[in-house]
């Protein structure tokens, strides 16, 4: 299922074996959920997210990003988020290696072992401990390769939203296009994460595990620590 060439060992290490296959990291171990660009070269920056092992096991991998995390995140020559980049240049543009808090509220990530997406789920944190559940974000992707202690896909640019109240809708289709136009994706890549997409939004109606209850009504553990990220005096170097 995975239509984005997982391309070099510099982009996965050799002897990386699939989410379900064990040895498996206990809950609030630490693991590091990398993500490349569509038509990542050697030298290109990834995001890298230290999170918190929630689950690992056979189907598949939970984990929690943890609100102000350090993450390696892709930017702009200037330092600046990619987003900021014009549509019409998105895909054109350069990028480098910068590294950002992640913002907002934490993040509940799920990744079914051998399926082309993870699933997102939100929340707003009232200040009085009250969590209100936002929705699910299906995250289009790679089937993802792990070692120990790492955890590597390719993002597909289109998304998936299901708000709280079920309603669904696609995201980033001008994202999608401008890719194919400026060569970041083929028609035919398009199209499969396309069917992707409608697999997910069907395993969400299907009720399947990412989208059980329980994980709704998950909290992390209150002890846990905010993980580090990995070489950040490297990466703060001039």
């Not at 171990?29 to 918190?52: E, F, K, L, V």
């Not at 929630?54 to 990619?82: F, I, K, M, P």
């Not at 200040?127 to 936002?134: A, H, L, M, S, Y």
Request: charge should be negative; include cysteine; aromatic fraction near 10%.
């Amino acid at each position: 299922m995975s239509i984005l060439p997982h391309s070099t060992p510099a982009a996965v290490p050799e002897g990386a074996r699939p989410l379900g296959d064990g040895p498996f990291l206990t809950p609030g171990a630490q693991i590091d959920w990398h993500y490349r660009a569509p038509g990542w070269q050697p030298g290109d920056p990834s995001t890298i997210s230290p999170m918190r092992v929630v689950r690992d096991d056979e189907r598949g991998l939970v984990a929690w990003l943890a609100s102000g995390t350090l993450q390696e995140a892709q930017g702009t020559v200037t330092g600046e988020r990619v987003r900021s980049i014009p549509l019409e240049r998105r895909w054109l543009d350069g990028r480098t290696r910068i590294v950002e808090a992640w913002w907002g509220g934490g993040s509940l990530r799920i990744a079914p072992a051998g399926a082309p997406w993870s699933v997102c789920l939100f929340w707003t944190h009232a200040d009085d401990g009250d969590w209100r559940f936002d929705g699910w974000y299906v995250n289009l992707e790679n089937a993802h390769l792990r070692t120990d202690r790492d955890t590597y896909s390719s993002d597909h640019i289109l998304d998936v939203w299901i708000a709280a109240d079920r309603t669904v809708h696609l995201k980033d289709e001008d994202e999608v296009a401008a890719a194919i136009v400026q060569g970041r994706l083929t028609r035919e890549q398009a199209a499969q994460i396309e069917r992707h997409a409608d697999a997910a939004i069907q395993s969400f109606h299907d009720g399947d595990w990412p989208f059980d209850p329980e994980w709704v009504a998950w909290r992390p553990d209150p002890t846990w620590t905010l993980p580090e990220l990995r070489g950040l005096e490297e990466l703060r170097r001039p």
